[in-house]
Each structure stands twice: as structure tokens, then as C-alpha cells.
Nanobody, 124 residues
Framework: VQLVESGGGLVQAGGSLRLSCVAS????????MGWFRQAPGKEREFVAT????????SYTDSVKGRFSISRDNAENTLYLQMNSLKPEDTAVYYC??????????????????WGQGTQVTVPS
């Protein structure tokens, strides 16, 4: 499955952005999906994950209550709504897909397919 992210940009602290990830060439509706991010000089880290139906989600502690992951299987699209953004949220954000019917996880190496990333910048 091919993944293409969009929606990144520069936003002031306290603002909002919605990232999108469009999937093609595979069975999107059968796959757990995740969002990860990588800040300069740091490892790529887990942000959020969602199961195939959208009924199960999980977040890293630093974004709980501010970010929301969702999906539209009819449109083969994954979303990340980001509110109350902070400078420490600055990173390249990547969407990722697991193989069909696997459970969602927080582990980067469990994901088989990755998008090219979209930059989110929140100036301090």
C-alpha cells in the first residue's frame, strides 16, 4: 500500500492542524494505521494508532487530550487532528500501515509501509 501525507505547515502555539494520509494500492480498510513523528536529531517516535474499524485508538502520553486519530475507510484516508499545538510538537509526521488484520501497536518496526512525511512547525 502506498501512503501520501498532507496537511502539515507552520502554526502558532495553541493552534490546530489536521493531517491527512491517503492510501492506495492495498486493502486500507483491513489495516491498523499509525502516526509517528521525528524531530531533528531524534528518533522517530510513536504518536497515535488506530485499528482497522476505527473503534480502538491509542496515543502517546504527550498528545493525549490534544490529538485525535481517525479514519474514513470509504475514502482510504487516515487523519490526525492536532489541537493546542506546542513547540515540542515540531517534527516531520509520518503515517504508517501494518499488514492486513494485525492489531495496532506503538512499535515502529511493526509497520510495513510508510509515507514520505509532512512537516509540522510550531515556533516557540
Amino acid at each position: 500500500v502506498q501512503l501520501v501525507e498532507s496537511g502539515g505547515g507552520l502554526v502558532q502555539a495553541g493552534g490546530s492542524l489536521r493531517l491527512s494520509c491517503v492510501a492506495s494500492g492495498g486493502t486500507f480498510s483491513a489495516r491498523a494505521m499509525g502516526w509517528f513523528r521525528q524531530a531533528p536529531g531524534k528518533e522517530r517516535e510513536f504518536v497515535a494508532t488506530i485499528n482497522w474499524s476505527g473503534g480502538v485508538t491509542s496515543y502517546t502520553d504527550s498528545v493525549k487530550g490534544r490529538f485525535s486519530i481517525s479514519r474514513d475507510n470509504a475514502e482510504n484516508t487516515l487523519y490526525l487532528q492536532m489541537n493546542s499545538l506546542k513547540p515540542e510538537d515540531t517534527a516531520v509526521y509520518y503515517c504508517a500501515a501494518r499488514g492486513p488484520w494485525y492489531h495496532p501497536t506503538t512499535t515502529r518496526n511493526d509497520y510495513d509501509n510508510w509515507g514520505q512525511g509532512t512537516q509540522v512547525t510550531v515556533p516557540s
